[in-house]
């Protein structure tokens, strides 16, 4: 009996190849998993900074809505041209602000009907305003600042701002 035992051996060694296999193919699954979820995370991340972006760009639009309003109610109050300049202001960086904006919501999923809704409302404001404006330059100061002007001005304002809050949600 001098022969050796290769079956325990070969055992032995069929057993560790195949908890080397099985430990590798573990390693590299985990391997994947941890790829998947950095690429997930990374993704994650972005997102998140293009909304705290669109929202940022959402709250510079108010600012400039509002600016537009304060401008406006000055000019309404007084008359004098100066006290438009915040409108005016605010009316020339609008564009650009909110053209960031809306891709920036967009980017992140909200609604592409809210911003037509907002530019929409804003638009009518707009009109509202520039009437003013052009009754004022007119000489017709007193009618610009009826009561009812005034409560449609706002009313049409606080459109805008609803609007604006139902992106915010």
């Known amino acids: ?32 998993v941890l790829v998947q979820t950095s690429l997930q995370l990374r993704e994650a991340q972005t997102r998140l900074g293009h909304l705290y972006e669109a929202r940022a760009s959402s709250a510079q639009t108010v600012t400039l809505f509002v600016d537009e309003e304060t401008g406006l109610r000055g000019y309404l109050l007084t008359g004098e041209p100066a ?6 202001r605010a009316a020339a960086s609008l564009p650009g602000t909110t053209a960031a904006m809306r891709a ?27 009437a003013q404006i052009a009754l004022v330059r ?18 049409l304002f606080d459109g805008i701002r609803a609007s604006n809050a139902h992106a915010q949600e």
């Open 1 to 32: 009996n001098t022969r050796p035992r290769t079956r325990g051996v070969l055992s032995l060694r069929v057993w560790v190849t195949s908890c080397a296999l099985l430990l590798t193919a573990v390693v590299v699954s985990a391997t994947g």
């Open 83 to 88: 006290l438009l300049q915040p409108y005016a």
């Open 104 to 130: 920036q919501f967009r980017w992140v999923g909200v609604p592409s009907t809210w911003a037509p809704r907002v530019a929409a409302r804003h638009a009518r404001w707009v009109a509202y305003a520039q």
């Open 138 to 155: 007119s000489g017709h100061l007193d009618q610009a600042r009826t009561v009812a002007a005034t409560a449609h001005g706002k009313a």
